[in-house]
Structures are given as C-alpha cells and as structure tokens.
T-cell receptor, first 117, second 117 residues
Framework: AQKITQTQPGMFVQEKEAVTLDCTYD???????LFWYKQPSSGEMIFLIY??????QNATEGRYSLNFQKARKSANLVISASQLGDSAMYFC??????????????FGAGTTVTVRA | GAVVSQHPSRVICKSGTSVKIECRSL??????MFWYRQFPKQSLMLMAT?????????EQGVEKDKFLINHASLTLSTLTVTSAHPEDSSFYIC?????????????FGQGTRLTVV
C-alpha cells in the first residue's frame, strides 16, 4: 500500500499568491516524521520543512508552513507569497519509527508547481 | 546546512561498461548514506542503505551484483553500476544522514544523470 499520497500532479499559481500542496499518509506507527522537499529542474533535493507526529504546533519555516492534521493523516504544505523561483517539483515524505536505526524515507509521487508572473 | 557532494553530475557511458558514482559528505561524518533512483517526472525510489564498514542493505528488487555499493569511509559512499545497459539510464541521487539530528532531515547530493548508449 502506498504510504504517501500526493493527488495533485501539477499546479499553477500566480506570483505573490499562496498555494497549498496536498499530502496524505498511511502509517500505523504512533511516532513518525513528515518531510517536504523541493526539487528544481537541476535535480537536487532541498529540504524545506519537518513535522514530527508529536509536535503540537504546525511547523513553519519562512514562507513554508505545514498544515498538520493528525486525525486526517494529512500534512499539507502551504507556500505563501509565491515567487518565480518556487517553480519546482515538491515531494512529501515520511519516516516511520524515527527512533529506530532504520532511517528510510518513503516519498510521494510529487507535485509540480509552476509559478506564473 | 550540511553539504553532500555527488560526482559526476552527468555521465554518458557505453553499454556493457561500468560507471562509478561518488557521494561525499563534505563537512560531517555520515555513518549512513542512501542511494535512490528516479525516473523522469517520478518519485524517488530507495535502492539501498549504505552503512560505513558493513555491507549495504538493498531494497527488494534491486540487484546487488548490478548496483555495487561501497561505504569505505565516514565521508564517502560509492555506487557502481556494473555492465550498464540502456535501461539503467536514470537519475541517481544519494543522501547522507546528519548524526545527532534524530528524526530530522537527511541531506541530498546534487544527483547524477546516467545515460547508457
């Protein structure tokens, strides 16, 4: 079964507007971590934001915020004030049982974001 | 943030030859590194977990003899694609786990685009 689901293959957003990227996950673990990465056309994976399953506050990092709804098992990424440089592919990922030594990230299919001027 | 350097960024090789890809953690020691494969417009698929001083752990379906992984030092892991064929053409990307960050992010290299002709 797929652990991470990103249902939006592609999205367009106007410059300076906000965009929400959906991510739902599936796990039976009580303890897990959720990540968002940005992959520009050059290929490198850039870490954006992290949310631990026990974190009570939604994570925020500059223009990135994570809307964490544990009961719904969703971890949507919100990018505020979009910039042209935000155009990239965005991946949601999960690490289950983070206190084990088996640090494996499961990635979603990704969402391509295109910011329009 | 921590820096992971991957080399080469692009390589073209003839069918039947072997190609070595290096993944280096430049400013930290990484006991654990990961190798992923990514097809165009698709997600990252974990190939193997590389542990310094021990054999790599391969994911199901990944040919160990085809994709040789060596993690000889705390700052270097290599992936060798042996007897490469056109179907091995893909984007390969490594990541290194920054010690002491618990369930926090892994840092990714820039990726290597392999084309087998």
């Amino acid at each position: 079964a797929q652990k991470i689901t990103q249902t939006q293959p592609g999205m367009f957003v106007q410059e300076k507007e906000a965009v929400t990227l959906d991510c739902t996950y599936d796990t039976s673990d009580q303890s897990y971590g959720l990540f968002w990465y940005k992959q520009p056309s050059s290929g490198e994976m850039i870490f954006l934001i992290y949310q631990g399953s026990y974190d009570e506050q939604n994570a925020t990092e500059g223009r990135y915020s994570l809307n964490f709804q544990k009961a719904r098992k969703s971890a949507n990424l919100v990018i505020s004030a979009s910039q042209l440089g935000d155009s990239a592919m965005y991946f949601c990922a999960m690490r289950e049982d983070p206190f084990s030594n088996d640090y494996k990230l499961s990635f979603g299919a990704g969402t391509t974001v295109t910011v329009r001027a | 943030g921590a820096v992971v350097s991957q080399h080469p960024s692009r390589v073209i090789c003839k069918s039947g030859t072997s190609v070595k890809i290096e993944c280096r953690s430049l400013d930290f020691q990484a006991t654990t590194m990961f190798w992923y494969r990514q097809f165009p417009k698709q997600s990252l698929m974990l190939m193997a977990t590389s542990n310094e001083g021990s054999k790599a752990t391969y994911e199901q379906g990944v040919e160990k003899d085809k994709f040789l992984i060596n993690h000889a030092s705390l700052t270097l892991s290599t992936l060798t694609v042996t007897s490469a064929h056109p179907e091995d053409s893909s984007f390969y990307i490594c990541s290194a786990l920054l010690p002491g960050t618990g369930e926090k992010e892994a840092f990714f290299g820039q990726g290597t685009r392999l084309t087998v002709v």
